[in-house]
C-alpha cells in the first residue's frame, strides 16, 4: 500500500526551482500520480505550467523513505500556479479537481498528509484578514470528503524575499499572510507551520529557487515526522539534504533514466540496449 | 463557450515528438486543460511521461482554429504512454481519470470530439481479435456517462514503421489492429478513421516523430470537420502545415512566450520589462 500525501496550493508548492542548480533525486519506492496510476517521480512532478521544475515534495519523500525503508510514497500534485485562495473555494475547478485526483489515489494507496503553499496571490490586508477563515473552510471540507480528518496538514509561509524583488511592491503584506497561517495551524488540529526563514528566490524574486525547495522540503518533513511546528531553520539542513544526493541509484532507477534518454533522442537503440544490458 | 476535445489512448496520443524539430503552435485561443481549469495551450499538452512532447493536437486545434476564426478549442490530455486497450477498461484508472477531467472540462465547456490513438501494446494476434469488441465497451460507456453520444470519435492508425524498428519483434501483428480500428470505425456510428501512411517514426521506431505528428493531427482535423473516414494522406498536407505556421503572434501570445522565458530564467526582470512594454 503505497502512502500518499496530497500536494495543493499555488506556484511555490508546484515548484518553480530550476532543476540544474541542484542534485537529482528519483528513487523508485517515490512515485507521482499521473492520469490516476503511479509512475516513478521525476521533476518536475507538477504540470500546471510549462515552466514547472523543482518543488519541496522530492526532498520531503526522499527524507520520508529514509524512515520508511520498506514502504513507499506517492505524491497527488494538485497546485496550480497563480492561484489565490478564493480559486481553491469549495466546489470550484481547483477543489473538484484535487478531490478527483484524490480519490483516484485513494484506490491504491492511503493519503497520510496534506501540503499545502499558497498565499503569494493573498497579499493584500484585506485578503490576509480573511485567509485563515476560509482557509479553515476549504481544509475542514477537503478532509470531510476525502474522510482524512486526522492526517498531519503542513502549510509554510511565504518567502521573506518577496516584498525585496523586482516586483515586490505586489507583496508588502506577506508578513500578514504569514501570520495568518500561523494562527491557522495554532487553531486548528493536526496542522503544523513551516518557516521560510532565510530561504532565497529565482531571479524573478518570486518563486523559491531550486536549493531553497529542498531546504523547505526538509523542514516541512520534520513538521510532518514529529507533528510540531518549525519556526526556525532545522539543524544541519545542508547535511540531510547530503545523505539524500549520496544514495546510490538502483539497477530500477538507472534504468528508467536510460528510457528517457534514448525516448527523447539523446541515445540510440543499440547504446540504449548496451547500457541497458550491461546493468546486468 | 470552448469547445472541447477528449484526448485519449497511449503514447502516440499523449505525444513524443522533439519539439526542436518543428515549427511552435501556440494559439490563445487554443487551450489545455490543467487543474480543471483552461490554459493557452503549449507543447507537451501531456504529461504522462518526463519524455512526453509533439503529438497530434496542437495541429488539429490550429486548423480548427482556421475554420472557427471567433471560437475557442480546449483540450483535454488523459492519455498514458504504455497503456493496453485493457488498462483502459471501464472502472479502472484511466478511465476514471477520463471521467473526471471530461467533467471538469465540462464545467465550461462543451465536449466535441474525441481523439483516439491507441493499439501499440496490444499487437498480438490474440489481443487484434477482440480489439473491437472492448473499444466499443469503453466508447459507449464514455459517451453514456459523459452524455455525449453524438460528437464524432477519430482514431488513428498505428505507424507502419513499427515492425521495421529495434524492437519490430514486438509489433508484427500491428496490421491486425489497424484491420481492428477501421472494422470499428465502420461498424459503428459515429466514428472516423485516419491512416498513418508514410508516416515515420523517432529514432526509437515506437513513436511517430514531430513532423508526423502535425500530418496526423492534419488527417484528424480532415475526418472531423467532414465526417469521413481518411484512407489516404490529406492533399497538400505540408502547405496546410504552413498556412498555420505563418500566422503571425498576437500580443497576448507574445507576452505568454516572455513570460515563460522570464520564470525558467532565460531573461532577467529588467528585460522582461522592458520587452513586456515593447509589445504595446
Known amino acids: 500500500m503505497i502512502h500518499s500525501f496530497l500536494m495543493i496550493g499555488q506556484s511555490n ?3 518553480r526551482g530550476y532543476a540544474k542548480d541542484v542534485p537529482l533525486i528519483i528513487d523508485e ?3 507521482m500520480q ?5 509512475q516513478m517521480m521525476t ?6 505550467r510549462p515552466s514547472s521544475g523543482v518543488g519541496l515534495a522530492a526532498s520531503f519523500a526522499a527524507l520520508w523513505r529514509l524512515d520508511h525503508a520498506q514502504d513507499e510514497i506517492g505524491l497527488i500534485p494538485c497546485a496550480e500556479g497563480g492561484s489565490s485562495l478564493d480559486d481553491w473555494a469549495v466546489g470550484g475547478a481547483l477543489f473538484e479537481n484535487t ?6 489515489a485513494q484506490r491504491t494507496s492511503v493519503i497520510k498528509g496534506i501540503l499545502w503553499h499558497q498565499g503569494e496571490n493573498d497579499c493584500s490586508p484585506e485578503q490576509a484578514k480573511d485567509y485563515s477563515e476560509k482557509l479553515a473552510v476549504i481544509i475542514r471540507t477537503l478532509r470531510q470528503e476525502l474522510n482524512i480528518q486526522e492526517v498531519p ?3 509554510g509561509a511565504l518567502g521573506d524575499y518577496l516584498s525585496n524583488g523586482l516586483f515586490g511592491q505586489y507583496f508588502t503584506a506577506y508578513p500578514l499572510v504569514n501570520d495568518a497561517l500561523v494562527h491557522f495551524a495554532n487553531s486548528h488540529s493536526n496542522s503544523y507551520f513551516v518557516t521560510a526563514q532565510g530561504l532565497t528566490a529565482n531571479p524573478d524574486g518570486i518563486h523559491f529557487n531550486a536549493m531553497s525547495q529542498r531546504i523547505l522540503g526538509v523542514r516541512y518533513y520534520n513538521a510532518y515526522r514529529d507533528l510540531k511546528h518549525i519556526f526556525d531553520p532545522v539543524t544541519d539542513e545542508d547535511k540531510i539534504l547530503s545523505a539524500i544526493y549520496e544514495r546510490p541509484y538502483t539497477k530500477t532507477e538507472k534504468s528508467k533514466l536510460l528510457e ?3 525516448t527523447i533522442g539523446n541515445m540510440d537503440g543499440k547504446e540504449y540496449l548496451r547500457q541497458l544490458g550491461a546493468l546486468g
Open 34 to 38: 499521473r492520469n490516476g496510476l503511479w
Open 99 to 104: 478531490l478527483s485526483q484524490a480519490r483516484l
Open 43 to 48: 521533476e518536475p512532478i507538477h504540470f500546471d
Open 29 to 31: 519506492h517515490i512515485k
Open 13 to 15: 508548492m508546484a515548484g
Open 260 to 262: 528517457y534518454e534514448f
Open 153 to 155: 496538514l503542513i502549510v
